[in-house]
């Protein structure tokens, strides 16, 4: 039982060009998420993360939206250059619920074409 | 500062063989936590900790054994080894909820 789910295994783009990734949860009690990035033989980095009481974050180049609806969230990555390739997953944790567990989803692996 | 650390990095064991995987961090983190990264499969967690001598089990905790005697230091232990356990195995700390986690670099295990 998938409760967050990143569809997409790989996105290719062009450098310059704006980077959508996707992510959807199931688990309503879900309410701070969390994008991380990850490089080949390293640990994944955190990059940017949203609170349900937000529908948007920024910072920099990347966007995160939230849609608590339809329980979406998207990542924006804009312009995106080459070192932004690597491998994106989102996390979801139910932090009212009092969890302090992450539960991450099979993550998008990104290449930014130059 | 270092982060978070692990050892070793890569290793390869025996069916039944027996191992402890080191983790440390020098952020005077209270949380740390252990996942495992399978083939085309995202983290998922064995056991965490939210402080000195309070550990609880993740999702996948079976197989495994952890401590936490020290703020610094969070070993994760394999005691009858066994080829599902194959894997990444990643150490992370973070000061607490609402914070992000920190990753070290990982430990690459094969158990044939």
């Known amino acids: 039982d998938q409760q967050v789910k990143q569809n997409s295994p790989s996105l290719s783009v062009q450098e310059g060009r704006i980077s959508i990734l996707n992510c959807d949860y199931t688990n309503s009690m879900f309410d701070y998420f969390l994008w991380y990035k990850k490089y080949p033989a390293e640990g994944p980095t955190f990059l940017i993360s949203?609170?349900?009481?937000?529908d948007k974050n920024e910072d920099g180049r990347f966007t995160v939206f939230l849609n608590k609806s339809a329980k979406h969230l998207s990542l924006h990555i804009v312009p995106s250059q080459p070192g932004d390739s690597a491998v994106y997953f989102c996390a979801a944790s139910a932090l009212k619920g009092g969890s302090e567990k992450l539960v991450f989803g099979k993550g998008t692996k990104l290449t930014v074409n130059p | 500062n270092a982060g978070v650390t692990q050892t070793p990095k890569f290793r390869i064991l025996k069916i039944g063989q027996s191992m402890t995987l080191q983790c440390t961090q020098d952020m005077n983190h209270n949380y740390m936590y252990w996942y495992r990264q399978d083939p085309g499969m995202g983290l998922k967690l064995i056991y965490y900790s939210v402080g000195a001598g309070i550990t609880d089990k993740g999702e996948v905790p079976n197989g495994y054994n952890v401590s936490r005697s020290t703020t610094e230091d969070f070993p994760l232990r394999l005691e009858l080894a066994a080829p599902s356990q194959t894997s990444v195995y990643f150490c992370a700390s973070s000061y607490g909820t609402y914070y992000e986690q920190y990753f070290g670099p990982g430990t690459r295990l094969t158990v044939t």
């Open positions: 949203i609170s349900s009481i937000k």
